[in-house]
């Protein structure tokens, strides 16, 4: 009987161990869902400003000296 209990008790610390990490594993992975998300919207808004800032640019004078 005290075999038993000591299996009994083993798996409920098991089981409690893994329902906490899986719950971790769930909030890791919603957080890095939301900095993924974040980072895609600062790439967008990068990429954004870069192409405007390009077509809004003129030629650089001193270049043609340089080049010919």
């Known amino acids: 009987m005290n075999k ?3 299996e009994s008790n083993i798996k409920d610390l098991f089981l ?3 329902e906490k990490l899986s719950l971790k594993v769930e909030q ?3 957080e890095i869902s939301q900095l ?3 980072l895609d919207k600062s790439n967008k808004i990068s990429r954004t400003f870069g192409l405007k800032a390009l077509r ?5 004078e001193f270049a043609k000296d340089v080049f010919g």
């Open 16 to 18: 409690e161990k893994f």
């Open 28 to 30: 890791l992975t919603n």
């Open 56 to 60: 809004n640019s003129s030629n650089l």
């Open 36 to 38: 993924k998300n974040k």
């Open 4 to 6: 038993l209990n000591y």
